[in-house]
Nanobody, 124 residues
Framework: QLQLVESGGDLVQPGGSLRLSCAAS????????IGWFRQAPGKEREGVSC????????HYADFVKGRFAISRDNAKNSVWLEMRFLKPEDTAVYYCAAVKSSACTWEIQDFGSWGQGTQVTVSS
């Protein structure tokens, strides 16, 4: 059974940093491009970042460019999202998701496997 598990969410002050992890089990990540999405209360789920299955290309939503960095290690079957200069508007549940493709996409329906999410709260 394909499973993704996120971790690393926490309460952090504005301007702080967090590193989210996404670990896969039941399958090897090297066949999948991985996306990070987030959903704030009362809002739709939105794409944050995506990394191709080779790790050669990364994509970022405009609202996180220059602050977030995505990375992966296929040997460790893991993907990370490094978040810096966090803002209150970054508060959301963050999800990682896998799409069996060499390319990234922002289309939620293309991602067949999702984690349960990890809560990130940015507040003083």
């Amino acid at each position: 059974q394909l499973q993704l598990v996120e971790s690393g969410g926490d309460l952090v002050q504005p301007g702080g940093s967090l590193r989210l992890s996404c670990a896969a089990s039941g399958f090897t990540l090297d066949s999948y491009s991985i996306g990070w999405f987030r959903q704030a209360p009362g809002k739709e789920r939105e794409g944050v970042s995506c990394i191709t299955r080779s790790g050669g290309t990364s994509h970022y939503a405009d609202f996180v460019k220059g602050r977030f960095a995505i990375s992966r290690d296929n040997a460790k079957n893991s993907v990370w999202l490094e978040m810096r200069f966090l803002k209150p508007e970054d508060t959301a549940v963050y999800y990682c998701a896998a799409v069996k493709s060499s390319a990234c996409t922002w289309e939620i329906q293309d991602f067949g496997s999702w984690g349960q999410g990890t809560q990130v709260t940015v507040s003083s």
